[in-house]
Structure formats: structure tokens, C-alpha cells
């Protein structure tokens, strides 16, 4: 079995940085796409955000509201995904979650492909002086 297994959250200023870190473990072969989501705590009812992914080649993607300020970046060797959060603003409160995307891993005597896609158990970030 694969897990995902994210650290990095806390409180941070406004304008204050933070980045939040995301491994996947297990016997993996591959991953197509890893990235962040968020869902905000006051209201867990909503549906979790696209914040930012990644692909196996390095394209990214960004959700409008945190482009120019966050970046996403990926160890393929180490299985690993990175949100760097710059500028931090009282909106970016959430409980931030990590995900991936077709996922291959070896289920002895072969590999496997997960049809679900795997998440974090999620780490909360909190924005405020």
C-alpha cells in the first residue's frame, strides 16, 4: 500500500513563508501527478481546492489565487512533493492536502495501478498576527 505523509503546517504571519513537504510511501514505481489541495476549516463541508500540481515532467499548474506567491516543486527520485508559500495572507488558512495521482506500485507478484487517487491526512495552516 502507498501512503502520503505531509509536515511543514503551523501559524505564519501575513507576509511570513512556509513550506509544506509531502512523501509518498511504499513500494512505488510511479506517479503521474502530485499536488496540494486545500479545504478551509471553518467549512469542511467544502470541496477540497486544487492549490497546485505537478506532473512526472515538471509541468505545473496553479490555482489563480496563489500564483506568483507559491511554488510547487517534486523529488521524482525520492517520491516527494514541496508547496513553497510565500506571502502569505489571511485567505490562505486551510487545512492543506496532499495528493497523487495514478499511482503504480508493486503489489507482489506485480505492479499495480491504484484507481484512486491517494491523499494526505492533511496538515493545517493557519495565517494571522
Known amino acids: 500500500q502507498v501512503q502520503l505523509v505531509e509536515s511543514g503546517g503551523g501559524l505564519v504571519q501575513p507576509g511570513g513563508s512556509l513550506r509544506l513537504s509531502c512523501e509518498a510511501v511504499?513500494?512505488?514505481?510511479?506517479?503521474?501527478?502530485m499536488g496540494w489541495y486545500r479545504q478551509t476549516p471553518d467549512n469542511p463541508g467544502n470541496q477540497r481546492a486544487l492549490?497546485?500540481?505537478?506532473?512526472?515532467?515538471?509541468?505545473?499548474k496553479y490555482a489563480n489565487a496563489v500564483k506568483g506567491r507559491f511554488t510547487i516543486s517534486r523529488d521524482n527520485a525520492k517520491n516527494m512533493v514541496y508547496l513553497q508559500m510565500n506571502s502569505v495572507r489571511p485567505e490562505d488558512t486551510a487545512v492543506y492536502y496532499c495528493?497523487?495521482?495514478?499511482?503504480?506500485?508493486?503489489?507482489?507478484?506485480?505492479?499495480?495501478?491504484?484507481?484512486?487517487?491517494?491523499w494526505g491526512q492533511g496538515t493545517l495552516v493557519t495565517v494571522s498576527s
Open positions: 511504499g513500494n512505488i514505481f510511479s506517479i503521474h501527478a
Open positions: 495528493n497523487a495521482e495514478r499511482v503504480v506500485y508493486w503489489n507482489g507478484p506485480s505492479y499495480e495501478r491504484d484507481p484512486l487517487d491517494k
Open positions: 492549490v497546485a500540481s505537478i506532473d512526472s515532467g515538471g509541468a505545473a
